[in-house]
Nanobody, 124 residues
């Protein structure tokens, strides 16, 4: 069993930055890919960024490339999402999720464990 606890969301002006953190319990963290998803009202949940178990490979949604950075510290069982140059369209509830395997997948169905979500609000 893995428990995920996110933090770092909040209200930020357009162009600003936020850093989301997600701390995982358990001893399987480094063997699992991690993903950050987001869901805005009326929209489907989408994968924003993902990282392999070792951190050697990452994925980004096209609309966040160059602005967001995913990273992980396996010694601290923590995954981060640094979000810069935030736009109004980035506003959503952000969820971290633990994948079933070392390699990340894009489908939410490939992630076994989810955090409670943290709200990101961007004011223009």
């Amino acid at each position: 069993q893995v428990q995920l606890v996110e933090s770092g969301g909040g209200l930020v002006q357009a162009g600003g930055s936020l850093r989301l953190s997600c701390v995982a319990s358990g001893r399987t963290f480094s063997s699992r890919a991690m993903g950050w998803f987001r869901q805005a009202p009326g929209k489907e949940r989408e994968l924003v960024a993902a990282i392999t178990g070792s951190g050697s490979s990452t994925y980004y949604l096209d609309s966040v490339k160059g602005r967001f950075t995913i990273s992980r510290d396996n010694g601290k069982n923590t995954v981060y999402l640094q979000m810069n140059s935030l736009k109004s369209e980035d506003a959503a509830v952000y969820y971290c999720a633990a994948g079933r395997s070392y390699i990340y997948k894009r489908s939410p169905n490939e992630y076994d464990y989810w955090g409670q979500g943290t709200q990101v609000t961007v004011s223009s």
